[in-house]
């Protein structure tokens, strides 16, 4: 289960046209150990049909992704996933949105200095040209 403003995530109006991915943050219950990283709610798949390479989108693994850092994943293997509460931080629209806020979450929080996070390296690339259509979204949207 995934938690969205403390509420459980109910995907039932998930439209790719709409919603891309969302950053998040996975907790640790009994240490407080946290995580931050970013799941696209679709993945395109390649296939093949009379001979021909076609693609389509498919929906990810998000309901039961638990991170990418190995030493998360291989925790929540050895201690079970009751263990750990899922939040989505930010809802994104674009697969930029995503790579920003995840990389902002994790600068303003302190994810890869501080020893209660599992995060071990922070890496993005991000264009202005990307990220002038959601400007409005983003936090820190002002002139100073």
Not at 69 to 88: A, C, F, M, Q
Not at 113 to 123: L, Q
């Amino acid at each position: 289960m995934w938690l969205y403003n403390d509420k459980e995530f109910d995907p039932v109006d998930l439209d790719p046209k709409v919603w891309y991915g969302f950053v998040y943050l996975i907790e640790n219950n009994e240490t407080g150990k946290k995580y931050i990283g970013k799941k696209f709610f679709w993945a395109k798949k390649t296939y093949q049909k009379l001979g021909k390479k076609r693609r389509k989108l498919v929906e990810s693994d998000w309901k039961t992704y638990y991170g990418s850092s190995p030493r998360l994943t291989e925790e929540v293997h050895n201690l079970g996933t009751d263990k750990y509460t899922r939040h989505i931080l930010h809802l994104c629209h674009t697969k930029a949105e995503c790579a920003y806020m995840e990389t902002y979450e994790q600068f303003v929080r302190g994810a890869i200095v501080r020893d209660d996070y599992y995060n071990d390296w922070i890496s993005c690339k991000i264009t202005a040209r990307h990220v002038d259509k959601i400007k409005d979204r983003l936090p820190h949207n002002d002139d100073t």
